[in-house]
């Protein structure tokens, strides 16, 4: 995926009208059900869906949301990534969403970001950033 030139973020797409530079939106809150951040690139738009347990929510209402709000114009490709902790997990995500409509023809990729283990100690670490950035 390539990088943006923007980085956006909010509670509301309203951010993503009308752009057309590359850019990056990720939500502040489960405001887009199934889909948890953009990028877009040129004719591309990649929108991702982190996976960390189950049940898998369903990306199409999302879908229909981000395309909404971009007011587009022209012709896009849009691409959904359902990321996940392992491989497999992010395959069994892809492989259960069952895109409606104008969207069953859209590629649906698996991707794994390993964190590695997420002990206590991590997530003490994470906090106190959490607690400093307020």
Not at 1 to 13: K, Q, R, V
Not at 27 to 39: A, H, I, P, Q, T
Not at 64 to 75: C, P, S, T
Not at 100 to 111: G, I, L
Request: charged share 25%; hydrophobic share 35%.
């Amino acid at each position: 995926m390539p990088a943006p030139e923007e980085i956006i973020s909010g509670n509301s797409l309203r951010g993503i009208k009308r752009e057309f530079r590359p850019f990056y939106w990720r939500s502040r809150g489960s405001n887009c059900e199934g889909v948890d951040s953009v990028l877009r690139c040129g004719d591309d738009v990649w929108v991702l869906q982190y996976t960390v347990s189950r049940p898998r929510r369903a990306a199409t209402k999302g879908l229909n949301e981000v395309h909404k709000n971009m007011n587009l114009k022209y012709n896009i490709r849009w691409h959904l990534v359902m990321i996940g902790a392992t491989r497999s997990e992010a395959e069994s995500a892809r492989d259960s969403q069952k895109l409606a409509h104008s969207w069953d023809k859209s590629p649906v990729y698996a991707c794994a970001v390993q964190l590695g283990i997420f002990d206590e100690q991590k997530l003490q670490q994470l906090q106190d950033v959490f607690d400093v950035s307020k």
